[in-house]
């Protein structure tokens, strides 16, 4: 079975520096994609980033990016210039690539605060 | 805004009452996941439809039963309520089955508490 686990339950950064939240996942596939959701306290899920691992090259997406290290089954993603409006729940989520109904094992998340 | 749509965006119910929760998929998407979020907890997969069929499920027990409409629309039924049922209810829909699903858009989930 596959888990994704979050080893900072909260976590603070001052405006306009940099933060990096962590996540290890366990599986014994090879191809999945990797996951960043952020759920404000609108409680709406929101993509942040996404990963195939298939792919050596990390994901970037404007201000946020990934370090994906597939040997060591890590995947953690850095905020830079961090904004208040980056305050929010991030989780972390792992989904298998073939043969499965698609579904999102979540870690337990992460809070974030951005401290102006 | 994902174009998920959920409702009620909150509900009160008694132990051992029945409710259904619902969830309008965005448009061109044709398969629904089910999430059930405890508080501070990250959300856990209940099951998934795919054209009106259900296409995988979680560790939750048959008294958690859903349905999916032509319009893709989707209903999350729960009977015999417990107190340990108390949570966030997230909707999320997607296109494509399970080979080729690889966003998922949210909807902005239900509160249910269960007294």
């Known amino acids: 079975a596959q888990t994704v686990t979050q080893s900072q339950p909260e976590m603070s950064v001052q405006e306009a520096e940099t933060v990096t939240l962590s996540c290890t996942y366990d599986?014994?596939?090879?191809?999945?994609?990797l996951f960043w959701y952020k759920q404000p306290p609108s409680r709406q899920m929101i993509l942040v980033i996404r990963?195939?691992?298939?792919?050596?090259q990390n994901a970037t997406e404007n201000r946020f990016s990934v370090n994906f290290q597939k040997a060591a089954k890590s995947f953690s993603l850095k905020i830079s210039d961090s904004q208040l409006g980056d305050t929010a729940m991030y989780f972390c989520?792992?989904?298998?690539?073939?043969?499965?109904?698609?579904?999102?094992?979540f870690g337990k998340g992460t809070k974030l605060s951005v401290k102006p | 805004e994902t174009g998920v749509t959920q409702s009620p965006t909150h509900l009160i119910k008694t132990r051992g009452q029945q409710v259904t929760l619902r969830c309008s998929s965005q448009?061109?998407?044709?398969?629904v996941s089910w999430y059930q979020q405890a508080l501070g907890q990250g959300p856990q997969f209940i099951f998934q439809?795919?054209?009106?069929?259900?296409?995988g499920r979680g560790n939750f027990p048959p008294r958690f039963s859903g349905l999916q409409f032509p319009n893709y629309s989707s209903e999350l039924n729960v009977n015999a309520l417990e107190l340990d049922d108390s949570a966030l209810y997230l909707c999320?829909?997607?296109?494509?089955?399970?080979?080729?699903?690889?966003?998922?858009?949210f909807g902005q989930g239900t509160r249910l508490t269960v007294v």
């Open positions: 999320a829909s997607s296109s494509g089955q399970g080979l080729v699903n690889t966003e998922a858009f």
């Open positions: 599986t014994s596939e090879n191809n999945y994609y």
């Open positions: 448009s061109g998407h044709n398969t």
């Open positions: 439809y795919y054209r009106e069929e259900e296409n």
């Open positions: 989520a792992f989904m298998m690539y073939w043969g499965s109904q698609g579904n999102l094992i």
């Open positions: 990963q195939e691992a298939y792919k050596q």
